[in-house]
Nanobody
């Protein structure tokens, strides 16, 4: 059971990266999936939530500060969750992680997620 994040890399300010998170060894059926980011010099417990989605009903929640710049979606097979961002800024530079767990529809509590990907680096140049 693992999560694999793709996408990321060096991005230009104003860019629109697309970050897929693929479930391996399971599906997202009955799971909630969150995206978090860890800025440079920050510890894992300081990861900040970005958005989350319920595989049951497709309901989503985006951190208030990122509303309008972030969308999160899940495919019909419930194997891939995609985080899309727009109007990228240098302060968006971070390692982006996806996480999954049951009954964990939150962007505020990192510790509630028990399945994590390895992360993908997004670096935004001015």
């Amino acid at each position: 059971v693992q999560l694999v994040e793709l996408g990321g890399g060096l991005q230009q300010a104003g860019g629109t990266p697309r970050l897929p998170c693929a479930a391996s060894g399971f599906t997202f059926e009955d799971y909630d999936i969150g995206w978090f980011r860890q800025g440079p010099g920050h510890e894992p417990y300081e990861r900040v939530g970005v958005a989350c989605i319920s595989s049951d009903d497709g309901g989503t929640h985006v951190l208030d500060d990122l509303k309008g710049r972030v969308t999160i979606s899940i495919d019909s097979a419930k194997t891939t969750v995609v985080l899309e961002m727009n109007s990228l800024k240098p302060k968006d530079t971070a390692v982006y992680y996806c996480a999954a767990d049951r009954e964990t529809m939150t962007v505020y509590y990192v510790e509630k997620y028990n399945i994590w990907g390895q992360g993908t680096q997004v670096t935004v140049s001015a």
